[in-house]
């Protein structure tokens, strides 16, 4: 029942709560709480003044301390979710009286505060309120004060308010009436850019005059501007950029004018996506020299929007980090920001400062500016220090628990490219202790969740809340792995420091409960098995690292099971989209949908590739035994590219020098056809392999102007450089695939000036000059010797060379085959068309590999050693070998290899060289 209240009781009540926070909680108590019925429900025919009396009321009941709002529990939440949905202010908002509108949000304001992920549905009102605002009073000069400030408290809402929960996520149309809102949202967003760029611009023009032009300098450029092309504004002119030091501190002193410019630059980098990129304001130089004068501000607000406006573009455009003048002017004022108390909540230094690390370490991971300028400073060993404090506290609540994890990550990215920070970090000798401790505690909470899985899924069931909070400490062990990462990519660390059972173990512990859970507990909810999950991503790119050749932990993650723990989750449908689920996995399937699990995937491939790095054929087949080629081969058409390149890069090192994993995987892209045999009546089986096919097909579709399409496409040539290492049936094979001798072309046909399709990647040269090498060499001897023979040189021809194709010629010379180059790194970050590729691989190719293959894969054939120096050789080359050199030239490759020798990578213009020599030594042969 709603009991009614005139207005001089409302006034009464007000005045009475003033400061009396134990009597507001009385309102919200039965039988008091019946109020807020009579509160929230605003009509449109009360009076302005019901209205505002109705408004002060209850800001005044909701504005409580923590301690207080304990106490009432979750009737605050169910009022908070009252005034959300059943007032209508917002509707009426262009019509209601300027107080009204400045008092209902500066409510919405007190709501979103305490209850940020609330929805509000009626968001869309509010933005055409305040667009209409702005057009029809600010820009005009005709704002009155409460219209002002209704301007700013609906910026501050506007910036609380979480979009994702809008009145979009309850649509329920078809797919052409969810395209048709999204152009009506963005359409909505331009007109709120635009509102929002008239406010920054017209309020920063009353302070340019300010602006100090001495520190505008003209720098040197190809061609000066002549004289009668200089304009009166200093920054038009040709050849003058923005400033090499920050201008003079401007004064903002209208207290209006700096809540705007905060708060509208703000929500300006939220909606700046629709803007044109040559309309932004980041290309007004005149504004980016008044934003860089805003960083000597008093306003600690302002000086932090200045940060975020001029750093926001090195994490959302392309080549913005070129741009190491406004860096270098920016970092010290974002070290500095780490002395500000009290930031703005919007504001996190290590965050920014984690970024344009994490940013440099990605684009030049050899020459980071961030961490140049910082080692400049005592600003790394102050970081240290306090994250030394952290981590010697003797317990942690939630608020150092927060900064604990933020120092930790901001660490992890220090020592992710630089093994000095790698050293200094490990010259503490507790920190490992520090990090096994992080490690063990989480692993005990997970095995007590599990433990205890029957009966919290029975209070689930009860209670009908589906969706568990996350581990508190899941932030906190997320970032203890990422430092161990980044401690793992350090050759003496591997074998010194990280020397340890006890670290190893723990990973594999982690990797293991982690799965359990995505098996046992899936009945928790999303929000809480998607940090798991991404735990289990992290794990597995850290025990990347601890299974290297040279790890002294490699043997014991093989013995303690890593690939049986690999082969389950590669296995596993949720983590293998190419499996079926079980009849009996529904409410799992239902559960854990949408989860990325890509890392998980592409980091599982990755501890693949390097167990199977300069490894004998005998272990590369007791790994299929475990992970049939079958189940690689799952992942190789993967919706994510990295999942894609760390496939292709496995295979790459499976294939390497051995004769019978390439049967293998020719068998798997083999297109059978049986017939029966007229002459015997048997069934006879016809096979031709697709795998050439494929893999064209697969580079063209790569883009390598993308990190992860770039190392599948390496990889997939890396492929082709194994099979054209077996046999000459191989060669042949490769040899007829006009498509990939195109792409090979196209490849090394780039230049610096020209390489817009493939980047010029000088590893994808390398790649491109190992599969001619590969054509070009016998398989059927070790090596060649150095220097050519005289004799072997002679172009003469006699009558036995005509009579057999396959008369050989004798020619010297010295030049491993790829095989034993073939194979990935030692360790790295664990950041159809009609072509001619159904060539037969015919009974005769068949027949000859078996025949090899007791041989060779026992002692690694395709591994070639230097004779001894001085040594020679005399090699028989086939007339097959002079054919395909002969089919090179004929396609333009000889002149290719010839124009790289002058490539500006050492490596390509090397090979290129040695290659060309071996070509001119067969073309020499008639």
């Known amino acids: 029942m709603t009991v009614a209240y005139s207005l001089e009781n409302l006034r009464k009540i007000s005045n009475a709560l003033v400061g009396d926070q134990l009597a507001k909680v009385e309102y919200f108590l039965a039988p008091k709480c019946l109020i807020f019925q009579f509160l929230v429900a605003v009509e449109p025919d009360d009076k302005v003044a019901l209205k505002n009396a109705k408004l002060d009321l209850l800001y005044i009941l909701l504005h409580l301390e923590p301690q207080q709002r304990d106490m009432v529990g979750t009737a605050y939440l169910d009022t908070v979710s009252a005034i959300y949905k059943s007032m209508t202010l917002a509707k009426s908002f262009t019509q209601n009286e300027s107080l009204t509108n400045y008092k209902y949000v500066k409510l919405l304001n007190l709501c979103a505060e305490v209850y940020p992920n609330c929805v509000f549905s009626d968001l869309q009102y509010l933005q055409n309120g305040f667009i209409r605002l702005v057009n029809d009073k600010f820009l005009r000069g005709s704002c009155s004060t409460n219209e002002m400030t209704t301007i700013i408290e609906l910026l501050k809402f506007f910036s609380l308010v979480d979009e994702e929960g809008d009145s979009d996520s309850n649509l329920t149309e078809a797919m052409e009436q969810e395209r048709e809102v999204t152009e009506i949202s963005q359409y909505q967003d331009f007109n709120m850019a635009d509102s929002l760029e008239q406010i920054i611009v017209k309020t920063s023009t009353k302070y340019l005059d300010q602006i100090s032009l001495k520190y505008i300098v003209r720098l040197k450029v190809s061609r000066p501007a002549s004289p009668s092309s200089v304009k009166n504004d200093p920054f038009d002119n040709k050849g003058v950029d923005c400033t090499r030091a920050i201008p003079k501190k401007i004064n903002i002193s209208n207290v209006y004018d700096s809540s705007l410019l905060s708060l509208g630059l703000l929500l300006y980098l939220r909606y700046s996506y629709v803007i044109p990129d040559d309309r932004k304001l980041w290309n007004d130089l005149t504004f980016k020299t008044f934003v860089l004068s805003l960083l000597k501000s008093d306003d600690v607000n302002i000086r932090c929007i200045s940060l975020k406006f001029l750093l926001q573009p090195y994490l959302t455009e392309d080549k913005k980090w070129e741009d190491s003048r406004t860096l270098e002017k920016t970092l010290p004022y974002l070290v500095e920001s780490f002395n500000y108390d009290p930031l703005p909540w919007w504001f996190d230094p290590f965050d920014s400062l984690d970024s344009l690390v994490v940013l440099y370490n990605e684009t030049t991971p050899m020459n980071n500016p961030v961490l140049a300028t910082l080692a400049h400073t005592n600003v790394v060993f102050c970081i240290l220090s306090r994250f030394s404090q952290c981590l010697s506290l003797p317990q942690q ?24 920070y790698r050293l200094l970090l490990l010259n503490d000798k507790l920190l490992l202790n520090h990090l096994e401790y992080g490690l063990e505690s989480h692993i005990t909470l997970i095995q007590d969740f599990i433990s205890l899985k029957d009966d919290i899924r029975e209070t689930v069931v009860e209670t009908h809340f589906m969706c568990l909070p996350p581990i508190y400490d899941h932030e906190f062990v997320a970032a203890w792995l990422r430092l161990l990462k980044s401690f793992s990519r350090s050759v003496s660390a591997l074998r010194t420091t990280l020397k340890r059972n006890k670290i190893a173990q723990l990973l594999l512990q982690i990797l293991t409960k982690t799965y359990t859970l995505t098996k046992e507990c899936y009945f928790a909810g999303q929000n809480f098995m998607k940090p798991e999950i991404g735990i289990m991503g992290i794990t597995l790119g850290s025990i990347c690292n601890f299974v290297v050749e040279f790890s002294n932990l490699q043997s014991f993650m093989l013995r303690n099971g890593i690939i049986d723990i690999i082969e389950k989750v590669l296995s596993d449908p949720l983590f293998n989209s190419k499996k079926a689920w079980e009849d009996d996995e529904n409410e799992r399937r239902i559960a854990l949908q949408g989860i990325p699990v890509h890392e998980v995937k592409a980091n599982s491939l990755w501890v693949l590739r390097h167990l199977m790095y300069n490894c004998q054929n005998e272990e590369k087949f007791q790994l299929l035994a475990k992970i049939p080629m079958t189940l690689i081969l799952d992942f190789i058409n993967d919706s994510c590219w990295a999942v894609q390149a760390q496939c292709f890069q496995l295979l790459r090192n499976l294939t390497c020098n051995s004769r019978k994993i390439v049967n293998i995987l020719l068998e798997k892209f083999k297109d059978v056809e049986y017939k029966i045999d007229p002459q015997t009546g048997n069934t006879i089986s016809i096979g031709s392999t697709y795998l050439f096919e494929f893999l064209a097909r697969k580079m063209r579709l790569l883009n390598p102007l993308d990190t992860q399409q770039k190392k599948a496409m390496e990889g997939v040539l890396y492929i082709i450089v194994n099979l054209a290492a077996v046999n000459e049936n191989k060669k042949q094979l490769v040899i007829e695939q006009d498509e990939i001798l195109n792409i090979i072309s196209e490849i090394l046909m780039e230049t ?42 002679e172009p003469g021809h006699s009558p036995s060379d005509s009579e057999n194709p396959q008369s050989t010629v004798t020619i ?20 159809g068309d009609n072509s001619s590729s159904n060539a037969n691989d015919d009974d005769d190719d068949d027949d000859d590999d078996d025949n090899d293959d007791d041989d060779d894969d026992e002692g690694d054939e395709f591994i070639r050693t230097p004779t001894a120096k001085g040594s020679t050789s005399n090699v028989q080359v086939t007339r097959a070998t002079v054919e395909r050199c002969r089919k090179l030239v004929d396609v333009g490759l000889y002149d290719l290899v010839k124009k790289n020798i002058t490539d500006e990578s050492l490596s390509v213009r090397e090979k290129a060289r040695t290659l060309l020599y071996h070509m001119d030594l067969l073309l020499k042969v008639k």
């Open 812 to 831: 010297a010379y010295n030049e491993p085959v790829a095989g034993g180059y073939s194979r990935g790194k030692y360790f790295d970050e664990p950041d």
């Open 397 to 420: 609540n939630e608020s150092s628990l927060r900064t604990t994890t933020k120092f930790i990550k901001l660490c992890a990215s220090f020592a992710a490219s630089d093994e000095k």
């Open 752 to 793: 610096t000036n020209d390489n817009s399709r493939y980047g010029n990647d000088s590893n994808l040269k390398l790649a491109c000059l190992w599969v001619l090498n590969n054509l070009l060499w016998n398989s059927s001897v070790s090596h060649y010797t150095q220097y050519a023979i005289e004799n072997g040189l």
